[in-house]
Nanobody
Framework: QLQLVESGGGLVQPGGSLRLSCAAS????????VGWFRQAPGKEREFVAA????????YYGDSVKGRFTISRDNAKNTVYLQMNSLKPEDTAVYYC????????????????WGQGTQVTVSS
């Protein structure tokens, strides 16, 4: 049983930064591709970023390219999302999820999901 817990969300001003963490328990993350997603009220779930097993390959949604960075520390069983230059439209609940696929593609299916962490960008 793989369980994921997101943390690090909060209230920040436009242009500010946050670092989100996705901590795993029950199983090791070292054989999983991990993705970050977000969902705002009234909107569809949106892909944010993903990182493969080794951490050597990353992928970002168009809306966050150049601003967000995904990384992982398998020794800590944790994946991170560094968010810079935050905009009000980044406001959403952010979720992490796992896939047994070795790399990310548009067809990758994700299984276990965390409970989410709220990110609010407002002045």
């Amino acid at each position: 049983q793989l369980q994921l817990v997101e943390s690090g969300g909060g209230l920040v001003q436009p242009g500010g930064s946050l670092r989100l963490s996705c901590a795993a328990s029950g199983l090791s993350l070292d054989m999983y591709t991990v993705g970050w997603f977000r969902q705002a009220p009234g909107k569809e779930r949106e892909f944010v970023a993903a990182i493969n097993w080794s951490g050597g390959s990353t992928y970002y949604g168009d809306s966050v390219k150049g601003r967000f960075t995904i990384s992982r520390d398998n020794a800590k069983n944790t994946v991170y999302l560094q968010m810079n230059s935050l905009k009000p439209e980044d406001t959403a609940v952010y979720y992490c999820a796992e896939s047994r696929s070795s790399t990310y593609s548009t067809g990758t299916r994700f299984g276990s999901w965390g409970q989410g962490t709220q990110v609010t960008v407002s002045s």
